[in-house]
Nanobody, 116 residues
Framework: QVHVVESGGGLVQPGGSLRLSCAAS????????MGWYRQAPGNQRELVAT???????NYADSVKGRFTISRDNAKNTVYLQMNSLKPEDTAVYYC??????????WGQGTQVTVSS
């Protein structure tokens, strides 16, 4: 069974940066589109960014121009570079395949807290 493990979260001041990583198990990583999702307290999980196997990326309007999704297929890893962070970016961040019908079991996520 495929597993994903997120890392790289932490506490950062507004305007700061973080780079999240997601390591996936399995030999078919490269053929799937991947996505980063986040869930803030009291909110539903939302899609933040996606990246197809061919390299096409898409972003939620709230993060466009500040976040960049990338992947290293040789390492079965997808990244999320987050710049110009805002308090409203505070959430637990998860990765998974995209679209939802390709989801694998969710990982534990990584907490991102943006606060002064």
């Amino acid at each position: 069974q495929v597993h994903v493990v997120e890392s790289g979260g932490g506490l950062v001041q507004p305007g700061g940066s973080l780079r999240l990583s997601c390591a996936a198990s399995g030999s078919t990583f490269s053929i799937y589109a991947m996505g980063w999702y986040r869930q803030a307290p009291g909110n539903q999980r939302e899609l933040v960014a996606t990246l197809t196997s061919g390299g096409t990326s898409n972003y939620a309007d709230s993060v466009k121009g500040r976040f960049t999704i990338s992947r290293d297929n040789a390492k079965n890893t997808v990244y999320l570079q987050m710049n110009s962070l805002k308090p409203e970016d505070t959430a637990v961040y998860y990765c998974n395949r995209y679209p939802p019908w390709n989801w694998v079991p969710w990982g534990q996520g990584t907490q991102v807290t943006v606060s002064s």
